[in-house]
């Protein structure tokens, strides 16, 4: 059983920051992709930020320059932070992890982080 506990997300006032956590555990062997998602109401799902086994990053248009995305394999965690943050940002943050599990590769998803940034 593998499991995703998100943390970080909060109410923030624009151009503040926000450091989100994701961290697994349960059976797994190993992780490839990290990666956080983000969907603000009325919105589809979509790709903030990922990283892979071997620390290249790849960030949507909005994120670059602003959101940092880094992972601890140690602590099977991947982190997003976000800094200069704006009222388009508030959404709910998700991460997705693909991992080799009990001989399976499978991706997971996190049950989600409120980030709203608001004056």
């Known amino acids: 059983q593998v499991q995703l506990v998100e943390s970080g997300g909060g109410l923030v006032q624009p151009g503040g920051s926000l450091r989100l956590s994701c961290a697994a555990s349960g059976s797994i062997s190993s992780i490839n992709n990290m990666g956080w998602y983000r969907q603000a109401p009325g919105k589809q799902r979509e790709l903030v930020a990922d990283?892979?086994?071997?620390?290249?990053?790849n960030y949507a248009d909005f994120a670059k320059g602003r959101f940092t995305i880094s992972r601890d394999n140690a602590k099977k965690t991947v982190y997003l932070q976000m800094n200069n943050l704006k009222s388009d940002d508030t959404a709910v943050y998700y991460c997705?992890?693909?991992?080799?599990?009990?001989?399976?590769?499978?991706?997971?998803w996190g049950r989600g982080t409120q980030v709203t940034v608001s004056s």
């Open positions: 997705n992890l693909g991992l080799w599990s009990s001989g399976w590769y499978q991706t997971y």
């Open positions: 990283i892979t086994s071997g620390g290249s990053t």
